[in-house]
């Protein structure tokens, strides 16, 4: 049984408020650090979120480190350190004594930390309950007794509810919220891998390298902050069928390799268009002539020619620009990439 420090019920507390604050992780960063520095006084400390795709480390919140040491903290020999310690599972914090591996064979020991005054120091992973690794958390201080063995089993206990204050995925998640009728959603990273959504379940449609992310990506390459299109809905009977696609690019805060929340919703209103129509908007989109689009659909100019009619009555618009600009404002067109989705 763990014993706890003096004050721990006031701590106890204090962390699961500042894990309760909305907003940005920024915002709740420093507040945890302060709590941590009540448990251990400490020179330096600082939350490292993960990058896993690149499997490196984003420096938030820290204060007390160098330039110098923050930049090995963030690097992916850091990485390799924290594997071979064992600090990429879910486990108890660790102390710098308490290391499996003698601290002078350690590059961020021997040639950063020591050097730089301290004498002790803590890490502890960061795991989010469904099994994500987030990060971890440093504490290193120049008092070669801290932290005790009570104060390290203690913040272990403290470990669930940290994770949950810098998770990134929670601020993500409220993105969802925008598109009231979103049915299914996942996260999208720049490598091109797919998260899960608190929250709501993925879809087939959201698997990573499948063209409907392909689109996704694209587009916020292009510049569009807020892009919603049309894709056809896989189904054997093909009766013309569609769900909406509406992706949202993550927040400036979020950790670097995590892109855009991709959403899929019911179509909605689509204004009468065929399913002919909206392949037709979605290379009027593009800036297609009549003669590419014949070509490309294997029909006559002529046959393009009457689809266009069709679109500008429905659309509303006396003119193609028009009905382009609208259509990609209403999200009512179904990207090229797209028109060939079979189950």
């Known amino acids: 049984m763990v014993e706890l420090p003096p004050g721990a019920a006031e701590i106890v507390a204090d962390v699961e408020r500042i894990a309760a604050l909305p907003g940005d992780v920024r915002d709740r960063v420093p507040e945890l650090l302060r709590v941590l520095h009540r448990l251990m006084p400490s020179g330096a400390?600082?939350?490292?979120?993960?990058?896993?795709?690149?499997?490196?480390?984003?420096?938030?919140?820290?204060?007390?480190?160098?330039?110098?040491?923050?930049?090995?903290?963030?690097?992916?020999?850091?990485?390799?350190?924290?594997?071979?310690l064992g600090m990429d599972r879910d486990r108890p914090p660790m102390r710098v004594r308490d290391?499996?591996?003698?601290?002078?064979?350690?590059?961020?020991?021997?040639?950063?930390?020591?050097?730089?005054?301290y004498r002790e120091g803590i890490g502890l992973t960061l795991f989010?309950?469904?099994?994500?690794?987030?990060?971890?958390?440093?504490?290193?201080?120049?008092?070669?007794?801290?932290?005790?063995?009570?104060?390290?089993?203690?913040?272990?206990?403290?470990?669930?509810?940290?994770?949950?204050?810098?998770?990134?995925?929670?601020?993500?998640?409220?993105?969802?919220?925008?598109?009231?009728?979103?049915?299914?959603?996942?996260?999208?990273?720049?490598?091109?891998?797919?998260?899960?959504?608190?929250?709501?379940?993925?879809?087939?449609?959201l698997r990573a390298e499948a063209p409907v992310l392909e689109v996704a990506a694209a587009g916020l390459r292009e510049g569009r902050v807020h892009n919603s299109f049309l894709c056809p809905y896989p189904v054997p009977d093909d009766q013309g069928r569609h769900v909406r696609l509406t992706v949202l690019p993550c927040p400036v805060s979020a950790p670097a390799h995590l892109l855009a929340v991709v959403l899929i919703s019911p179509a909605g209103d689509l204004r009468r268009l065929t399913r002919r129509e909206l392949q037709?908007?979605?290379?009027?989109?593009?800036?297609?002539?009549?003669?590419?689009?014949?070509?490309?659909?294997?029909?006559?100019?002529?046959?393009?020619?009457?689809?266009?009619?069709?679109?500008?009555?429905?659309?509303?618009?006396?003119?193609?620009?028009?009905?382009?600009?609208?259509?990609?404002?209403?999200?009512?067109?179904?990207?090229?990439?797209?028109?060939?989705?079979?189950?």
Do not use: C
Request: glycine share 8%; aromatic share 4%; net charge negative.
């Open 45 to 84: 400390s600082m939350v490292h979120l993960l990058n896993p795709e690149l499997r490196e480390f984003q420096g938030l919140g820290g204060s007390g480190y160098s330039e110098v040491i923050v930049a090995y903290m963030g690097s992916s020999e850091h990485y390799r350190e924290m594997e071979l």
């Open 128 to 205: 989010s309950p469904d099994g994500r690794h987030l990060g971890l958390i440093t504490l290193h201080t120049d008092d070669p007794a801290q932290p005790s063995d009570e104060t390290r089993d203690f913040i272990g206990l403290l470990a669930p509810v940290m994770a949950d204050a810098v998770d990134p995925m929670r601020s993500i998640a409220t993105l969802s919220t925008i598109v009231a009728d979103a049915e299914y959603g996942v996260v999208l990273t720049r490598g091109g891998n797919v998260l899960p959504l608190p929250g709501l379940p993925d879809h087939p449609l």
């Open 99 to 117: 290391a499996p591996v003698p601290p002078g064979e350690l590059r961020s020991w021997a040639e950063h930390l020591e050097p730089a005054g």
């Open 280 to 343: 037709i908007l979605g290379l009027l989109v593009d800036g297609w002539s009549n003669q590419r689009i014949a070509s490309q659909l294997v029909i006559t100019q002529r046959t393009v020619a009457a689809h266009i009619e069709h679109i500008l009555d429905k659309m509303d618009a006396p003119t193609r620009t028009l009905a382009a600009v609208r259509a990609l404002r209403l999200g009512l067109y179904v990207p090229l990439p797209l028109t060939r989705i079979r189950r």
